[in-house]
Protein backbone atom coordinates (compact mmCIF):
# COMPACT_ATOMS: atom_id res chain seq x y z
CA UNK A 1 0.00 0.00 0.00
CA UNK A 2 1.51 3.28 -1.06
CA UNK A 3 0.51 6.75 0.81
CA UNK A 4 -0.63 9.54 -1.10
CA UNK A 5 1.35 12.52 -1.40
CA UNK A 6 1.17 15.25 1.12
CA UNK A 7 -1.17 17.90 0.01
CA UNK A 8 -0.97 21.26 1.16
CA UNK A 9 -4.42 22.56 2.27
CA UNK A 10 -6.21 25.77 1.08
CA UNK A 11 -6.21 27.24 4.16
CA UNK A 12 -2.22 26.74 5.53
CA UNK A 13 -0.74 30.21 7.13
CA UNK A 14 -4.53 31.62 6.74
CA UNK A 15 -6.29 33.29 9.81
CA UNK A 16 -9.68 31.64 10.04
CA UNK A 17 -11.70 34.84 9.76
CA UNK A 18 -9.62 35.66 7.02
CA UNK A 19 -11.21 33.31 4.49
CA UNK A 20 -10.29 31.08 1.30
CA UNK A 21 -6.61 31.32 0.56
CA UNK A 22 -5.84 32.02 -3.30
CA UNK A 23 -3.37 29.74 -5.66
CA UNK A 24 -2.01 32.83 -6.30
CA UNK A 25 1.26 33.90 -4.56
CA UNK A 26 2.36 37.19 -3.20
CA UNK A 27 4.66 38.14 -6.20
CA UNK A 28 1.60 37.53 -8.42
CA UNK A 29 -0.53 39.34 -6.59
CA UNK A 30 1.80 42.60 -6.07
CA UNK A 31 2.18 42.54 -10.18
CA UNK A 32 -1.43 41.56 -10.49
CA UNK A 33 -2.84 45.03 -12.29
CA UNK A 34 -6.30 43.98 -11.18
CA UNK A 35 -6.19 44.44 -7.63
CA UNK A 36 -6.19 48.11 -6.37
CA UNK A 37 -3.75 49.60 -3.97
CA UNK A 38 -5.14 49.92 -0.24
CA UNK A 39 -5.00 53.05 0.58
CA UNK A 40 -2.73 53.41 4.13
CA UNK A 41 -4.69 53.60 7.54
CA UNK A 42 -5.04 56.11 9.22
CA UNK A 43 -2.66 56.41 12.10
CA UNK A 44 -5.04 55.86 15.39
CA UNK A 45 -5.91 58.90 17.07
CA UNK A 46 -4.45 58.71 20.97
CA UNK A 47 -7.54 59.32 23.19
CA UNK A 48 -6.22 62.75 25.45
CA UNK A 49 -4.72 62.10 28.58
CA UNK A 50 -7.02 63.90 31.65
CA UNK A 51 -5.36 66.80 32.94
CA UNK A 52 -5.40 66.58 37.23
CA UNK A 53 -5.32 70.10 38.70
CA UNK A 54 -5.56 71.24 42.55
CA UNK A 55 -7.79 74.50 43.18
CA UNK A 56 -9.41 75.87 46.66
CA UNK A 57 -13.23 75.84 46.29
CA UNK A 58 -15.70 77.24 48.98
CA UNK A 59 -16.81 74.29 51.35
CA UNK A 60 -19.98 74.94 50.77
CA UNK A 61 -20.00 75.21 47.00
CA UNK A 62 -18.24 71.93 47.10
CA UNK A 63 -20.76 70.11 49.35
CA UNK A 64 -23.30 71.36 46.97
CA UNK A 65 -21.50 69.98 43.67
CA UNK A 66 -20.92 66.91 45.55
CA UNK A 67 -24.76 66.63 46.68
CA UNK A 68 -25.53 67.10 42.55
CA UNK A 69 -23.23 65.07 41.62
CA UNK A 70 -24.58 61.99 44.17
CA UNK A 71 -28.73 62.92 42.21
CA UNK A 72 -26.97 62.90 38.74
CA UNK A 73 -25.47 59.74 39.57
CA UNK A 74 -28.68 58.39 41.27
CA UNK A 75 -30.20 59.25 37.73
CA UNK A 76 -27.92 57.79 35.58
CA UNK A 77 -25.93 61.03 33.88
CA UNK A 78 -23.04 60.49 35.68
CA UNK A 79 -20.63 57.58 36.69
CA UNK A 80 -17.57 60.14 38.47
CA UNK A 81 -17.18 63.11 40.30
CA UNK A 82 -15.02 63.99 37.83
CA UNK A 83 -17.34 63.45 35.08
CA UNK A 84 -20.07 65.62 36.79
CA UNK A 85 -17.22 68.13 37.19
CA UNK A 86 -16.28 67.81 33.45
CA UNK A 87 -19.33 68.62 32.51
CA UNK A 88 -20.46 71.47 34.79
CA UNK A 89 -17.01 73.71 33.71
CA UNK A 90 -17.39 73.13 30.18
CA UNK A 91 -20.91 74.51 30.79
CA UNK A 92 -19.87 77.04 32.78
CA UNK A 93 -16.94 78.13 29.51
CA UNK A 94 -19.56 77.83 26.91
CA UNK A 95 -21.91 80.44 28.50
CA UNK A 96 -18.91 82.65 29.82
CA UNK A 97 -17.97 82.02 25.82
CA UNK A 98 -21.16 83.33 24.75
CA UNK A 99 -21.28 86.34 27.32
CA UNK A 100 -17.48 87.78 26.62
CA UNK A 101 -16.55 86.53 23.19
CA UNK A 102 -19.83 86.34 21.44
CA UNK A 103 -19.18 82.62 21.15
CA UNK A 104 -16.33 82.53 19.63
CA UNK A 105 -13.10 80.45 20.97
CA UNK A 106 -11.47 82.78 23.41
CA UNK A 107 -7.62 83.74 22.65
CA UNK A 108 -4.88 81.60 23.80
CA UNK A 109 -3.59 83.65 26.61
CA UNK A 110 0.47 84.88 26.60
CA UNK A 111 1.73 82.19 29.30
CA UNK A 112 1.06 78.85 30.43
CA UNK A 113 0.67 79.66 34.17
CA UNK A 114 -2.05 81.38 35.80
CA UNK A 115 -1.41 84.48 38.05
CA UNK A 116 -1.32 83.70 41.40
CA UNK A 117 -3.01 86.48 42.90
CA UNK A 118 -5.93 87.74 42.55
CA UNK A 119 -5.86 91.37 39.37
CA UNK A 120 -6.97 93.97 40.90
Known amino acids: MTSPGTRRSNLAGAHPAA ?3 DETTQDERAESPERPEQP ?3 EPVKPKK ?3 TTLTVDPDVLEEAKDAYWMSMIAGQHTTFASYMTA ?3 AYNERTREELNGGAPFPKRPSRNLPTNPLT
Do not use: H, I, N
Request: aromatic letters at 0%; charged letters at 15%.
Open 19 to 21: GRV
Open 40 to 42: AAP
Open 88 to 90: AVA
Open 50 to 52: PAK
